[in-house]
T-cell receptor, first 115, second 112 residues
Framework: AQKVTQAQTEISVVEKEDVTLDCVYETRDTTYYLFWYKQPPSGELVFLIRRNSFDEQNEISGRYSWNFQKSTSSFNFTITASQVVDSAVYFCALSATGGGNKLTFGTGTQLKVEL | NAGVTQTPKFRILKIGQSMTLQCTQDMNHNYMYWYRQDPGMGLKLIYYSVGAGITDKGEVPNGYNVSRSTTEDFPLRLELAAPSQTSVYFC???????????FGQGTRLTVV
């Protein structure tokens, strides 16, 4: 069975602070994919990044960066110099083998960025 | 490009009523999904399909049914609505394993 844990329910920061959202996953499969999605107040789900289990390179995209560590089963997401527009719920998700590309989601982290 | 389109966006049902949530995608994706999102619980998979004519249960299928007669459409049927089915429902599609899922705008359903 697959499991994704996002222990941080809510985080509040002041604009321009850096913030890291934690994601810990469990799977017995050796091949799997990890994802991050953003859900702004408008409610839609926006894809941010995908990482496969064989690629442990960290990735940076503008103010966003992701740290994947198989040794600790973690796929953490850092926002540098946060902005009010980053306020959203962020979900980490796992797709393991077994057909269907089914996503197992964490419970999400509500990020509030204030002026 | 429309992507994944869900209708309706909002609906209020009385206990025991039935309804169908419509979902269509124009990306020629084989895989389609229905998730429900309850407050503080993340998204749970209700049903999924890997191609026309093929459907399978997800984590929380009770009280729902689906069909997949075409690649584009994947409707979700609620037969006897119950208050526990009050939720936000998302339809999604993806091209294959390991690819990102594209989500519809969601349907906010309230059962009273």
């Amino acid at each position: 069975a697959q499991k994704v844990t996002q222990a941080q329910t809510e985080i509040s920061v002041v604009e321009k602070e850096d913030v890291t959202l934690d994601c810990v996953y469990e799977t017995r499969d050796t091949t799997y994919y990890l994802f991050w999605y953003k859900q702004p107040p408008s409610g839609e789900l926006v894809f941010l990044i995908r990482r496969n289990s064989f690629d442990e390179q960290n990735e940076i995209s503008g103010r966003y960066s992701w740290n994947f560590q198989k040794s600790t089963s973690s796929f953490n997401f850092t926002i540098t110099a946060s902005q009010v527009v980053d306020s959203a719920v962020y979900f980490c998700a796992l797709s393991a083998t077994g057909g269907g590309n089914k996503l197992t989601f964490g419970t999400g982290t509500q990020l509030k960025v204030e002026l | 490009n429309a992507g994944v389109t869900q209708t309706p966006k909002f609906r209020i049902l009385k206990i025991g009523q039935s309804m169908t949530l419509q979902c269509t995608q124009d990306m020629n994706h084989n895989y389609m999904y229905w998730y429900r999102q309850d407050p503080g619980m993340g998204l749970k998979l209700i049903y999924y399909s890997v191609g026309a004519g093929i459907t399978d249960k997800g984590e929380v299928p009770n009280g729902y049914n689906v069909s997949r007669s075409t690649t584009e459409d994947f409707p979700l049927r609620l037969e006897l609505a119950a208050p526990s089915q009050t939720s936000v429902y998302f339809c999604a599609s993806s091209a294959g394993w390991g690819t990102e899922a594209f989500f519809g705008q969601g349907t906010r359903l309230t059962v009273v």
